[in-house]
């Protein structure tokens, strides 16, 4: 099993920035992609970005490109999502997810965190 617990959720103004962070453990040698989705209320989940675990590569959704950045600290367990240019539509809970192989976007991710709350104030 592995555990995710995310962190640096808050309160922004349109325009600023905030970092998430996500600190996997347990049988995290297991792990080959790390994803971040988000899910605002009433709309369905939505993939933003993931991460290879293995050579560092990141993929992004279209409206999160260039201003988000997705990494993974090579001393440890931990992936980051760099937010900045905050829109209030990007307001929703953020969740890390885990997985074995290389799943991408595929929102059937095997390992979830209990989300973080991003709230964009205009």
């Known amino acids: 099993q592995v555990q995710l617990v995310e962190s640096g959720g808050g309160l922004v103004q349109a325009g600023g920035s905030l970092r998430l962070s996500c600190d996997a453990s347990?049988?995290?040698?297991?792990?080959?992609?790390m994803g971040w989705f988000r899910q605002a209320p009433g709309k369905e989940r939505q993939f933003v970005a993931a991460?290879?675990?293995?050579?560092?590569?990141?993929y992004y959704s279209n409206f999160v490109k260039g201003r988000f950045t997705i990494s993974k600290d090579k001393a440890s367990n931990t992936v980051y999502l760099e937010m900045n240019s905050l829109k209030p539509e990007d307001t929703a809970v953020y969740y890390c997810?885990?997985?074995?192989?290389?799943?991408?976007?595929?929102?059937?991710?095997?390992?979830w965190g209990q989300g973080t709350q991003v709230t964009v104030s205009t």
């Open positions: 347990g049988r995290t040698f297991s792990m080959a992609f």
């Open positions: 997810a885990g997985d074995p192989i290389e799943t991408y976007s595929d929102p059937n991710y095997r390992y």
């Open positions: 991460i290879s675990w293995s050579d560092f590569t990141p």
